[in-house]
């Protein structure tokens, strides 16, 4: 048997129908390379219905999408686009417009030179040519609506076109991986997923029409008001249980990153400036080079010079505190996610919870256990600074060569010596970077921390937008960007500095 023949078996049992189509198609297809014209009519026609058959699902999502965004312009221009709207509210304008006037004429039979009367005519005036105004509007977008019927049909038909010119070729790159990897029942045209796919369809295009034929139906999920205030009051009451019961714990941690604070910011703010002025940039020096150097200069010239550098050394020991904190936590908890899986599946959700929520939420648990204050803007800054530092520590520990440890442990290595002297070393690049990535996090919580009383550059920011002055509110913006920067190149060291 011939390699063609068994070929064009082949393609007999995953074509399913049409073989000789597709054995001459796929055929042209492997003998050239790019793309070769080809066009599926049955493709073209069905869709999305197709591509399901052929269970293409990479495509069939995305092209299902666009035959619905085609159906939802076409539905909408046909209900007048947004045209009937501002109908409606003309209607309700004359509406009011002729109320106003029989108010006014009233008016006017008690007395025509009443200041009420003159002011429900001008009034009825007013509306009168509101309406007018909102009618010409109107009518233009009903004009405009037929353009949006044109735009929706024109990417309905682009859709099938560009359907059916790719489907030969998805099928022959299917077909391929399906005669490397086999199983009978990849191929063939599977009439039960076209057909779910045609039940999809058949449920979205009749609910995007009957919506856009009644704009109430379908406009809001029918859902009942009281089960939110019942939720609401149910975690009213679970918090403030958490509250009383953690009430001890959580005053001893509040006095403890009191003290931390305290004495970090007692340290930064009592020091003469001189002093603590000439350590940073020397430190910067002896950790980063001297390109660093000169940036730190420049940067703490500009908080001196402007009077920033009480409210940065604060900025800075709020930031520390939290820094440390999180470092402190982060780095253990990503080597043991490095070292074990289940521990990592078990971390890994946390962490995606709080890199996504939003930090004015978790700011009223927060509030809740811990009251207003430092401690409690530290605390919010942990939780918002410390999945960098853990995913990037278990990046570093998982990524180290098999290899490595196996030389180790071969000279008689122990388990101390292999994390301390070959993994940490070993993942110390991505180690840094996380430990970068988090003290960056923390400063960007500078701002959302000063709302619930921590102190520092944060608070001049927060008060530039409480009273619209921007050019404060752009100077303590760019002294906090300038901290950032500053610590960021110090604690990458002379890797940054060497690497530019």
Request: charged share 15%; with cysteine; net charge positive.
């Amino acid at each position: 048997m011939s390699d063609h023949t068994a070929r064009d078996e082949a393609i007999a049992r995953f074509a399913g129908v049409n073989t000789p189509y597709y054995q001459r198609a796929f055929r042209q297809i492997g003998e050239r390379r790019g793309y070769v014209p080809s066009f599926n009519i049955a493709a073209a026609l069905l869709g999305p219905i197709w591509l399901g058959g052929r269970r293409l699902w990479s495509t069939f999502w995305p092209f299902l999408i666009a035959d619905l965004l085609a159906v939802v312009l076409i539905a909408f221009a046909l209900a007048g686009g947004t045209g009937t709207e501002q109908s409606a509210r003309a209607d309700r304008l004359e509406a009011l417009a002729v109320t106003r006037l029989s108010e006014a004429q009233v008016a006017n039979d008690k007395d025509p030179n009443s200041s009420i009367a003159r002011s429900l005519t001008r009034s009825s005036e007013a509306l009168e040519q509101a309406a007018k105004d909102v009618r010409a509007v109107a009518e233009d977008a009903k004009n405009g609506a037929s353009l949006i019927a044109i735009l929706g049909f024109g990417l309905l038909a682009l859709g099938r076109i560009i359907t059916g010119g790719l489907a030969n070729h998805l099928a022959e790159r299917r077909f391929r991986r399906w005669r490397l990897e086999g199983g009978a029942a990849k191929g063939g045209f599977s009439l039960l997923h076209a057909g779910a796919a045609a039940i999809l369809l058949a449920i979205f295009i009749p609910i995007v029409i009957l919506h856009f034929k009644d704009a109430t139906l379908f406009s809001a999920f029918p859902s009942d008001p009281s089960w939110n205030s019942g939720v609401a009051a149910w975690l009213d009451a679970v918090i403030g249980s958490i509250s009383s019961a953690v009430a001890p714990a959580a005053g001893v941690l509040t006095a403890t990153i009191n003290g931390m604070l305290s004495l970090l910011e007692g340290v930064l703010t009592k020091t003469p400036w001189p002093v603590v002025m000439i350590l940073i940039v020397a430190i910067a020096w002896q950790l980063a080079g001297f390109r660093v150097f000169l940036l730190t200069s420049v940067a703490v010239s500009y908080l001196a010079i402007l009077g920033y550098w009480e409210k940065s050394m604060q900025t800075v020991a709020l930031l520390g505190t939290a820094a440390l904190i999180s470092i402190a936590i982060g780095i253990p908890l990503g080597i043991l996610c490095g070292y074990n899986r289940k521990v990592a599946a078990i971390v890994r959700p946390l962490l995606d919870f709080m890199q996504t929520m939003p930090a004015f939420v978790y700011l009223i648990p927060v509030i809740a256990l811990f009251g207003i204050g430092k401690p409690s803007g530290i605390i919010a800054t942990v939780i918002f600074g410390i999945p960098p530092v853990v995913r990037l520590t278990a990046l570093g520990i998982a990524s180290v060569p098999p290899s490595v440890r196996e030389a180790a442990i071969a000279f008689g290595a122990s388990r101390t010596f292999i994390l301390f002297r070959v993994d940490l070393p070993t993942a110390a690049p991505s180690i840094m970077a996380g430990v970068s990535q988090t003290i960056l996090m923390c400063l960007s919580m500078v701002v959302i921390a000063a709302l619930i009383g921590a102190k520092g550059l944060g608070e001049d920011v927060l008060h530039a937008l409480q009273y619209a002055a921007q050019g404060q509110g752009l100077l303590a913006g760019v002294a906090i960007l300038l901290c950032a920067i500053v610590l960021d190149r110090v604690v990458q060291g002379r890797r940054a500095d060497a690497g530019r």
